[in-house]
């Protein structure tokens, strides 16, 4: 297993990529300061999954992307497995009646937060969608978001969940890009704007606004899951991997964008998703001359190995005629399900672990750089149905 190749004097890439995200990873580098990518990459709309962009006095809207704030929390609980595993059936169906999954979701329960006191929603980028952002707050969404309950490795129980900002941040991220005349599509340069200007720094506060937005919702989900097993939480690991670190590296002071890359300075945890059939991990970051070079970034999941469409093939949605035959089938999926004892609610083909990388492999690529803590091993998955787009997803 390759670790790590420094690529053009400059680029060093963890694990291996692919001729097309080394080339986003590589015009990115044509206005960064100084960037990295880790192995769980794959192409994204201008910076690639997996990469870390940063600028002395500059941030990118393209490489926070469009779900601000998307991240991951894993909390553990005050309940043994056995107690889990006995009722799990009943657990999974209150779950997914209780949590909203799938596309333009309201929260089923009205959430209040402080947040929505913030001077921030009276930016022009925010006002219109307060009333949005309160109607979704803890709302899960679809893509490869999903609420996870796990057992360790002392047979203890934690829920893990992955989502962002949803609508807010979409919307967000649509009118800062526009506002900058960024330009469409994937293969382009990524759009920078300066933080000394007023766009830049309008954008900041509204990515800050967002991130919290996502924190909270994350917050309210584990919260809420944790009420219906029953069990206090007693530990909490909680992480973006989408947004923007003002950090303090060689001395100095950089806007550090990771795009699917989880932050793992000395000693911070974060949480790690695997596939719906496979373990994730707790970890936390460890010193050394890779982690320099990464700024301090580790991975945030098992990362894609096919995209979705190559995964579900490409049917007409008029005539029902199949265009082009998917690599993934029902009985791959759920011989995978099967072979792990998932009790499953929703996902598609496009989420079967065949569409991904193994996460073993993925962190061998940085074990030098990550300690692991926990290998959390899934119980039961929730997460939304077949068919169902997202374009608030990471």
């Given at each position: ?9 400059q680029i ?5 990529a ?10 990115c580098?044509?206005?960064a300061?100084?960037v ?15 990469g ?32 889990l ?39 022009k ?8 952002a ?18 360790d490795?002392?047979?203890r129980v ?38 000394q200007?007023d ?5 900041l506060?509204?990515?800050?606004l ?8 994350r917050d309210w989900?584990?919260?809420r ?9 007693v ?8 947004y ?10 950089l ?11 000395p000693?911070?945890?974060g949480?790690v998703?695997?596939?719906m ?6 970890l ?37 005629e ?10 791959m ?18 989420e079967?672990p065949?569409c ?29 149905g077949?068919n ?7």
């Amino acid at each position: 297993m390759i670790r790590m190749e420094i690529f053009d004097n400059q680029i060093p890439v963890f694990g291996q990529a692919d001729d097309r995200t080394l080339n986003q990873i590589r015009v990115c580098a044509r206005t960064a300061d100084r960037v990295a990518l880790m192995p769980d990459n794959h192409v994204g709309y201008g910076v690639p999954i997996g990469g870390v962009v940063a600028y002395k006095n500059a941030i990118s809207p393209t490489g926070v992307g469009y779900d601000i704030g998307c991240g991951n929390k894993a909390v553990r609980l005050d309940m043994p497995g056995l107690e889990l595993r006995a009722r799990i059936a009943k657990i999974m169906d209150d779950v997914w009646s209780t949590i909203s999954f799938g596309i333009g979701q309201r929260n089923n329960e009205q959430v209040d937060h402080v947040l929505f006191d913030d001077e921030a929603w009276r930016l022009k980028a925010l006002a219109p969608l307060k009333q949005m952002a309160r109607n979704q707050l803890g709302t899960v969404g679809s893509g490869n978001h999903y609420v996870d309950l796990f057992t360790d490795e002392e047979d203890r129980v934690w829920i893990g969940v992955h989502f962002g900002s949803r609508g807010l941040g979409h919307r967000t991220a649509t009118y800062f890009l526009k506002a900058a005349g960024a330009s469409d599509g994937m293969d382009v340069e990524p759009c920078v704007l300066s933080t000394q200007g007023d766009l830049g720094a309008e954008y900041l506060e509204a990515m800050r606004l967002a991130g919290e937005y996502a924190y909270a919702g994350r917050d309210w989900v584990c919260a809420r899951v944790a009420e219906i097993l029953g069990a206090p939480i007693v530990e909490e690991v909680h992480n973006h991997h989408n947004y923007a670190w003002r950090e303090e590296h060689n001395g100095e002071q950089l806007w550090v964008v990771r795009k699917g890359a989880t932050p793992a300075f000395p000693g911070q945890r974060g949480f790690v998703g695997g596939t719906m059939g496979e373990q994730s991990v707790i970890l936390e970051g460890v010193e050394n001359d890779h982690a320099h070079w990464s700024l301090y970034s580790t991975v945030h999941g098992a990362g894609r190995a096919m995209g979705r469409r190559e995964a579900t093939g490409i049917t007409d949605r008029k005539t029902g005629e199949v265009k082009r035959a998917g690599k993934v089938t029902p009985e791959m999926m759920r011989a995978w399900v099967d072979r792990a004892g998932i009790e499953l609610r929703g996902a598609g083909l496009d989420e079967s672990p065949d569409c991904y990388k193994r996460l073993d492999e993925v962190l061998e690529a940085v074990s030098d750089t990550v300690r692991i803590l926990h290998r959390l091993t899934p119980v039961g998955v929730a997460m939304a149905g077949a068919n169902e787009f997202d374009p608030y997803k990471d």
